[in-house]
């Protein structure tokens, strides 16, 4: 078994508490920040709760300080109620099939056999900062941690694939995990990739994060990794993965996660795409950690600036920041290189000679020349938000 405290009844007890203290209005004033309330799951430390059934908890911004993010820190979304509680690895399986030449059953000793391939990439949510969006785009409210900078370990997904076969005419690979939905009429979480996806180098089949093996609410005992593209696809608790031969067309890969087909993939505020086309890799973006939004500075003293950048598996070739509300804008240092996959951090140190309000700003552009946009790219699903960041700040 995965972890004693785990059995389901502990869970859903502490999962079911948060709807009590919620409906009785009695929550502690103690797990409140930012402004908004925490809650602690199993495994996790005090997280953001935007909703405990399915949980969906965020990472308040000060982990952010730190180049990986902690595993009990790391943002958890689900989107089923039922969820997998605890696994008995003695009984797990990871089933291989479909269109390939075998099908295989690997037991978590089977994976590990393959070659162990680590690297530190970005996970983030398609729906990361949706609340800035304006009109409001429906879905999770989500500020800036639905997302967290890990390092994965696991098995080369096109390893396993070899060791099924591949068999000619197949066009997608799909990924099924353990978790369901409250009734059968509610479309289980199932997603695809294309086949020539499936078998870059990169995508991994993870069955450790941060060294250690996935938390439960993370995806234990496995979970694919795609880095570079959004986490929707990165499915938790793998339990099936079918090669077909034509386009994997469900509910969560159509109409779910899908982007207008346009090139910004953005249509005019409040209005409908004609054509989608489903989301895949991450635009490029960055956020100021420190100093804080609304932060009190003092005149004449230095400070250093410090956040984060990030793009879909291209280096951040450059974080330039303004202090004075877009008008003029310098370079800033880069911290550590994790890779073209992980994010960056940088630096960028400011003396305030005079009092008053600033705008300090911060935009990302990476090694093909992507960068971010002075307004907001509006999609009615809320995806991908990166709007040049903007924090205001008072020197007194
Ligand atoms: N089995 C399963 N995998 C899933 C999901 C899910 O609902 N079920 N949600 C996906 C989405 S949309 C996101 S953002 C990430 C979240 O990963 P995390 O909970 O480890 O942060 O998991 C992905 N994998
Ligand atoms: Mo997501």
Redesign the pocket.
Known sequence: MKDINFSRRDFLRTAGAVGLAAAFGGIPADIFAEGRRLYKFPEKTDLILLTSR??Q?ETPLHYFKELITPNEA???????AN?PTSVDLNKWRLMIGGNTDKALELSMDDLKKFEKVSFTAV?????NGRSFFEPRAAGGQWQNG?M?NVTWSGARLKDILTQAGIKAGSVDVVF????SGPLPKVPD?V?SLPLDKAVEDDIIIAYEMNGEP??M???FPA??VVPGW?????????REITVVSKTYEEFWMNPA?RIPDTPCACVAPGSKPGKSVPITRMNTRSLIIEPAAAASLKVGRTVDIMGLAFSGGYSIKDVTVSVDGGNTWRESRFGKDMGKYSWIQWYYTWKPEKKGKYTLMARATNSIGESQPFESLWNPSGYMWNKIESIDVNVA
């Open positions: 399915p949980p908890l790391l943002f958890v979304r689900w989107h089923l969820i996970i983030q949510c398609s729906g639905a967290g099924d995990g353990l978790d979480f997603k996935l938390t609410l993370n995806g979970r694919l959004y986490a929707t696809y990165w499915v938790k608790a793998l996660y």
